[in-house]
Structure formats: structure tokens, C-alpha cells
């Protein structure tokens, strides 16, 4: 199974180019262009590597790192940015970064490092660490929300992407109304169990044959609900 790398950096030309040696090296990359999408893209799934600019549109790299690091102590972190001031890279390390290089930078060594830090990674090995997910004729990418099966490809909504992601982590499993409204509803929202099965009965139509017959979205009356791969 590839590593997967998320690249933050708001540098187009840049970005392409790294991310063509990174994928070149046999990774799979992610890459967002600001700090918000960043976090956003970092939240559904867990990447073997972050490589991180310091100067980005919205949030810059610091409180990106910050907030990963709020969540995540263990997937390594490479700041890759212009600024070569001794107290940024003093300032990086403390938020909990593991590596910092400075531009311009020499790519053979750039590359050794990300090596060495993808191989720190303890995430482990499954499907769904990947951005993408497949199970039968369906796919679902969950950097992009976008998902396909039928013949057909939908966006879906941040919402649906949290509810399958939770289904699909604990595969065979019932997982009960109850979950369900801790991981994915703030406390002042008080969805009916109506508005749980509608998001079932959504996904039965994305990726079911046949909704009447579903094969791996389940309602479990008055338990929950269940995905079967």
C-alpha cells in the first residue's frame, strides 16, 4: 500500500513539482492550497506525512500545525517554507513539527527526509487510511468528497462524508443511533431518528443495486445502523 502524503502550499508551480517527485518517489499525495483546507482535508483520514508551508492564505502553517497537533501527536510533520529565521524554525519544532527545510532547498536531500519521516509513521495498515475507499463497483474519495458507483458520481456533503467514514470504520458492526449523534451532531442540534435513516436511505441509492434489497447499508430497528463491505 502507498504512503499518503498531505501537501500543503500555496506556490501552484511549486506544488506541482513537488508533488510530481513525491509521486514520482511512489506516493500518493493530497495537496491544499490554504490552512483552512488543510485541516479540512486532514480531519477524515490519517496521512503517513504532512509536508507544510508556513506562509499560506487564511491560517498560516503554524496554526495549521497547531491544530493537527491538538489531535494528532503522531503523524510526522515537515515544515517546507522561505522563512529561515532561527525563531520560525525554533517556533515549528515547539508546535510540534518533526523536520524543518527551508527554500530553496536541495531536492535529493528533500526527498531523504520525507523518507525517513513516512517510515516514523505508525498508521496503520487498511483501505480506509487511503483518501480513497472502494467496496464493490462504489468509490468514495474522502479528500474531495466525491464518491461514484451505478455509473454515476456525486458530490456528497461534509455530513455524509463523516457518516460514512463512521459506518465504514466499524465495518460488520451496528453502530447505534446514539454514536452517531456524538461524533456527528453538535450538542444544540437534535436530529429525529427520521433524519438518520434518510441519510441511509441516500446512500442506499448512491451505491445499492437494488435500495429495496440493500447488500451493504442496514437499518437495524430500534438498535441502528450497519455497513457491510
Known amino acids: 500500500m502507498k504512503k499518503s502524503i498531505l501537501l500543503v502550499e500555496d506556490e501552484e508551480n511549486l506544488l506541482k513539482t513537488i508533488r510530481m517527485n513525491l509521486e514520482l518517489e511512489g506516493f500518493e499525495v493530497i495537496s491544499a492550497i490554504d490552512g483552512v483546507s488543510a485541516v479540512e482535508i486532514w480531519q477524515p483520514f490519517k496521512f503517513d506525512l504532512i509536508i507544510l508551508d508556513v506562509m499560506l492564505p487564511g491560517i498560516d502553517g503554524f496554526a495549521v500545525c497547531d491544530a493537527i497537533r491538538r489531535k494528532d501527536m503522531e503523524v510526522p510533520i515537515l515544515f517546507l517554507t522561505a522563512k529561515s529565521q532561527g525563531e520560525d524554525k525554533i517556533r515549528g519544532l515547539k508546535l510540534g513539527a518533526d523536520d524543518y527545510l527551508t527554500k530553496p532547498f ?66 460488520g458492526q451496528v453502530v447505534s443511533r446514539d454514536v452517531i449523534l456524538e461524533e456527528l451532531w453538535k450538542d444544540d442540534e437534535q436530529p ?18 437494488n435500495a429495496r434489497e440493500p447488500r451493504h447499508f442496514f437499518s437495524i430497528r430500534g438498535v441502528g445502523y450497519k455497513f457491510v463491505k
Open 192 to 209: 429525529t431518528a427520521r433524519a438518520i435513516d434518510n441519510y441511509i436511505l441516500n446512500f442506499r441509492k448512491y451505491f445499492e443495486d
Open 106 to 171: 536541495h531536492l535529493e536531500e528533500f526527498l531523504l527526509r520525507v523518507h525517513n519521516l513516512a517510515k516514523r509513521s505508525k498508521r496503520q495498515e487498511s483501505q480506509l487510511d487511503s483518501p480513497r475507499y472502494q467496496f464493490g463497483d462504489n468509490n468514495i474519495d474522502f479528500a474531495t468528497f466525491e464518491a461514484s458507483g451505478k455509473g454515476k458520481s456525486w458530490q456528497l456533503s461534509k455530513r455524509e462524508i463523516d457518516f460514512l467514514k463512521l459506518l465504514i470504520e466499524r465495518e
